[in-house]
C-alpha cells in the first residue's frame, strides 16, 4: 500500500514539472494573466462579433466541461464571460450553462 502512494506522489510530480515546462517553453504565461486578456480584447471581440453563435456555443461548451471535470478555475471563465460578452449578457450565459 505505500509503494502505491509513492508512486502517485511521483507521477504528480511529473506531471507538475510537465506543466512547468511547457507553461515555460511555449511561453503560456504572457496569454493567461489580465495583461494578456487587456492586450488581445479587441482580436477577441472582433472575432466574436464576425461569428457570434459558434463563439458562444464554444464557450458554453468549454464551460460544461470545465464544471463537468471539477477543474479550478471557472470563477475566472465566468469572469471572462463578463469581460467578452458584457455583464448582462455573459451573467444570462453563465446562468444558462
Do not use: W
Not at 511547457?22 to 462579433?49: C, I, K, S, T
Not at 468549454?62 to 479550478?72: N, R
Amino acid at each position: 500500500m505505500q509503494k502505491f502512494g509513492r508512486y502517485k506522489l511521483v507521477l504528480f510530480v511529473i506531471f507538475i514539472a510537465v506543466i512547468v515546462v511547457l507553461f515555460e517553453r511555449l511561453h503560456l504565461y504572457l496569454y493567461l494573466n489580465l495583461d494578456g486578456f487587456n492586450q488581445y480584447h479587441q482580436q477577441v471581440l472582433a472575432y466574436e462579433e464576425e461569428n457570434t453563435l459558434v463563439f458562444i456555443i464554444g464557450y458554453i461548451i468549454s464551460y460544461i466541461v470545465l464544471i463537468a471535470a471539477c477543474i479550478p478555475g471557472t470563477i475566472l471563465f465566468d469572469l471572462l464571460a463578463g469581460f467578452l460578452f458584457g455583464p448582462v449578457a455573459g451573467s444570462f450565459i453563465v446562468i444558462g450553462s
